[in-house]
């Protein structure tokens, strides 16, 4: 596993918004060591850990980069890992980030912490964010080669481009009332 996927472990706990123990089960799937493990701490641990990733990613695009570090080294310190050299396959080494032995809540977010500070280092802050249609609050990591990406899937950009246009549209059929110009937050949902 290398530290994208671990940075991605980050993404996929914030946007499954673990509130219960059965939420929790059902995101690892039933079958999975996690559920099979998971205790209510570990909910609790999970739903506080999410939040405070989620923080980190507001930071990305806010543009806050001080911010996103230093939120990022409180979760560091909080989460502390251990390195453990892995191989699934003969000869196929590489290295695993454990939470030290503790529950699968603390792995989860050892793992997930230290991955997105891997990524902020080899990427910066500005490569991972908030999904910028606020009917979605989904994060995201930013793989494009421009460094443009600004929500979380194509789904919300093609939603939210659709949405524009009608504004700019509405606005200039109603140009004449310049002062009634359409606000684009009450446009209804696609
Ligand atoms: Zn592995
Ligand atoms: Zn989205």
């Not at 570090?69 to 989460?79: F, I, R």
């Not at 991955?115 to 995201?140: H, I, K, P, T």
């Amino acid at each position: 596993m290398n530290f994208e996927e671990y940075a991605r472990t980050a993404v996929d706990l914030v946007n499954a918004q673990v509130e219960t123990l059965d939420q929790l089960r059902a995101f690892y799937g039933a079958e999975s060591w996690q559920a099979l493990e998971a205790t209510e701490k570990d909910v609790t641990v999970l739903r506080r850990g999410a939040k405070r990733l989620r923080d980190v990613f507001e930071h990305g695009s806010a543009g806050r980069d001080n911010d996103a570090v230093e939120a990022l080294n409180v979760l560091l310190e909080a989460h502390p890992v251990q390195p453990r050299i892995s191989g699934h396959e003969v000869g196929d080494w590489h290295i695993h980030v454990t939470g030290r032995g503790s529950s699968m809540g603390m792995e989860h977010m050892a793992g997930a912490v230290w991955g997105l500070a891997v990524w902020l280092c080899e990427f910066g802050s500005a490569r991972f964010g908030v999904c910028a249609d606020e009917r979605c609050g989904n994060v995201y990591l930013d793989t494009s080669s421009n460094c443009c990406r600004r929500f979380c899937s194509e789904r919300c950009a093609t939603r939210s481009h659709v949405a524009a246009h009608r504004a700019r549209k509405r606005a200039v059929i109603e140009e004449p009332a310049a002062d009634l110009a359409p606000d684009l937050a009450t446009t209804s949902p696609v």
